[in-house]
């Protein structure tokens, strides 16, 4: 189900289906972290990056730009009315740095794609999970529906491929890779493809187009699969454990430290 113009992102939030979010948290955490994880508080370079999606994706129709700090009664002002109507407030600064990283994004070709008539912006999607029979949920920041890609963008600091790389491991976008197309074609829809768009938060705002091998994407899936099952079984049995064992742990003497210093 489609709902691009009905569902807002905080509404798309609010549901209880399981995301991609849910699945990386029991993957690099455990099902107890994932159980009791904190109300989610965006950062600025959370917000940062969100108008970054929207400049690119929306127009940049959800964000304004503010004043030169977020100090007094002014900017608190301003920052209800920009809550009140669904929008995202930012500082002059702020705003300017967004834009500047988004037009980045808009002069290379896949980011052109992406704003594109031929794809759906910011749509949510929901299905169930043929595996566990649990409700699932996706947001892609686009979607082109007729050739089954997925494209999604990702500030960061470095956007060589050694740093791209790294990220993608460290913050688990393969399984977001994975998830998104399962979810998809859990719904009925093509998906065939995840495609990265990585941009640098600074200048030159270099953008690094990145995808996934088909081995990386199978080992992402057989992850994912195991998460899913992990967050059924334990919505079944009501027992959310960290999978840490329930005897003593030893430590040995870290590599680094093993040399002739024992011998001083």
């Not at 910011?122 to 996706?138: D, Q, R, V």
């Not at 979810?183 to 995808?211: C, M």
């Not at 059924?232 to 959310?240: G, S, V, Y």
Request: with cysteine.
């Amino acid at each position: 189900m489609i709902t691009a113009d009905k569902m807002s992102n905080a509404q798309y939030h609010a549901t209880e289906d399981i995301s991609s979010s849910d699945v990386k948290a029991v993957h690099s955490k455990s099902l107890a972290h994932w159980k009791h994880r904190a109300a989610f508080k965006p950062t600025t370079a959370m917000a940062i990056g969100t108008a970054v999606h929207d400049m690119c994706l929306e127009n940049g129709e959800s964000t304004v730009r503010g004043g030169a700090d977020r100090r007094g009664k002014q900017w608190s002002e301003a920052f209800a009315e920009a809550e009140a109507h669904g929008h995202l407030l930012l500082t002059a600064g702020d705003y300017d740095l967004a834009r500047d990283v988004a037009d980045s994004v808009m002069f290379h070709p896949v980011g052109r794609k992406m704003a594109g008539p031929d794809t759906i912006n910011e749509a949510s999607f929901f299905a169930e999970c043929p595996m566990t029979g649990m409700g699932i949920k996706c947001r892609p920041d686009s979607y082109d529906m007729e050739t089954g890609v997925i494209y999604d963008i990702k500030t960061c600091q470095d956007s060589s491929i050694r740093a791209v790389s790294a990220d993608i491991w460290k913050y688990n976008y393969a399984l977001q890779s994975a998830f998104y197309l399962h979810t998809l074609q859990s719904a009925g829809y093509k998906a065939e493809r995840f495609i990265f768009a990585f941009v640098e938060k600074s200048a030159p705002y270099a953008v690094n187009v990145t995808e996934l091998t088909k081995e990386y994407i199978e080992w992402a899936e057989a992850q994912m699969r195991n998460a899913l099952h992990d967050i059924k079984t334990a919505n079944d049995t009501q027992i959310w454990d960290t999978g840490y064992s329930m005897g003593v742990n030893v430590v040995d003497t870290p590599r680094w430290v093993q040399t002739d210093d024992f011998n001083n």
